[in-house]
């Protein structure tokens, strides 16, 4: 089944379940690879940080916002918000790629 962990040291983390100590892992959560730590008794504790992460993008997928043109200098910007800035962990300077698709409609992928 597995769960997030809660509190966890480099060594390992304790099981709740069974008490043995747990070792760091690779673990498959919603679909993604992240690092955890699995105990012999099956039980698995993921990383935390690395879980939210996965929640957020998830919860984000397929919504839309509402952003403005602007403008600076002689080159129209958007802004990208804040919370698909930290989901998506994109970073000034990062290139992007900047497709056209029909109907207005444009899509930004990260690379
Ligand atoms: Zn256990």
New binding site residues.
Partial sequence: MGMIAKSFSRKGME??????L?GEASLSFQGHEINGWK?????EYFNPEQAQKILTLNKLKNSKFEVKVGQIRSNLIVRIPKEVEEALGLRKGEEMLLGVLEGRKIELMGK
Avoid: N
Avoid at 39 to 43: I, L, N
């Fill in positions: 099981c709740g379940k069974c008490g043995h747990a105990c012999r008794c099956g039980e």
